[in-house]
């Protein structure tokens, strides 16, 4: 390589280290900031405008004396603003019972996804993306419960399809189960911020819709994946490594019998713990003995 060529190559490098030199890198920091304070549950400004804490002192606007307040013109209109939210009313006995009498009202899964997402009454709603109902065949037999949306399930409003639903998928597939053949849904119709677990304020205004649900479904089996569905569907809030792979029956509004009912690990768990796979291995055999024998 010639020295024509070498100089020409750090010219390059330096046109190319300039581009990148960010006339917008302080513009891409401040949105990856924003979407982590999303990320983390941050969904309100406090302010119409935003305000840097950092800047100089003397940036600041100075103190007025008491006798003379200035005249604060109003900040200017901003189009790029969203107008702020209403106010929610808090998810309490009120909405619960508001809930009840919506969900008894609907006589289809079409009209109970459109009355949930007309519902303002789960604060959850408020922060998420999208309403995220239920996936696979309400047709079939088999229906699963899990806690929460996650961050792609809140994307796209479809549950388990992110890295837990994925591992749901094979663990169903292992005993001839796809989504044709069964349904899952979730506790809660929105997803938590920052993926919390649920308040049971949460879930119990969401129950009403989760029973009609499967009242409106009439399944022959319920898996409970996870203790916060176990807890909201079977009222025992023993861990749910104690109760995993224990038959119960959940006695649904609208039902006349009661399903038989089998609390397993969550695959987010199983994902975390692959210790614990043996033990979803052995309850899922026992679903699958279950289904047979009809
Ligand atoms: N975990 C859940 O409990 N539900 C989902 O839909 C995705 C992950």
Known sequence: MGPAQVTDRRANAQNLAAAR???????MDALEALRLQIEWGADEALADLPLDRLAAPDARPA??????????????????????RPARPPAGPAQVRRAQEIAAACATLDALRAALAAFDGCP????????VFNDGNPESDLMLVGEAPGAEEDRAG????????QLLDRMLASIGIDRTRCLVTNTVFWRPPGNRT???AETQVCLPFLHRQIALVRPRHLVLLGGPAARALTGNSAGITRIRGKWTRVQVPGLETAIPTLPMLHPAYLLRSPGSKRDAWADLRALRRSIDAG
């Open 21 to 27: 030199t960010p006339r917008y890198a302080g513009a």
């Open 63 to 84: 103190r007025q004396p008491p006798a003379a307040p200035p005249v604060v013109p109003p900040p200017p209109a901003s189009p790029s603003l969203p107008a702020p």
């Open 124 to 131: 959850l709603a408020a922060t998420a993306t999208n309403l």
């Open 158 to 165: 479809r549950p388990f399809i992110g890295a837990a639903g």
């Open 198 to 200: 649920p308040t049971e």
